[in-house]
């Protein structure tokens, strides 16, 4: 018999406004719409969904938050970095991870991360 596996985990974060919320994640970060629902949006990017859900309480986007860990962060954060007229900063932290963060118009904390190579 075959052991049950985890094949995928998509992170859902709340937002406040759909609007606002689908042109940030098109325009600013490259994301493709995939489905449209009237409590829900559906994004892939980069080949991985990424899943939007109406809130009306603004509490919730704003203690909520998704690690990405990518590969030549340097260039991604200089891609970001362009588009949000450098208001983004980059770190080595203590715990071996090279990272910036994006704030999306709800206040979902994105956290963008990579492996510090030694």
Known sequence: MEKP???NIIAQLPVLD???SKQFYIETLGCTLMGEYDDLLIFLWDGLEIHLWKCNDKTI????SCYIRVN???LLFEHYQKKLYGKIKISDRPWGMR???ITD???NLLKFGEKIKV
């Open 5 to 7: 596996k985890i094949k």
């Open 18 to 20: 759909f609007t606002k």
């Open 61 to 64: 986007p704003e203690n909520s």
């Open 72 to 74: 030549t962060i340097d």
């Open 99 to 101: 990272e910036f963060y």
């Open 105 to 107: 118009p709800s206040g």
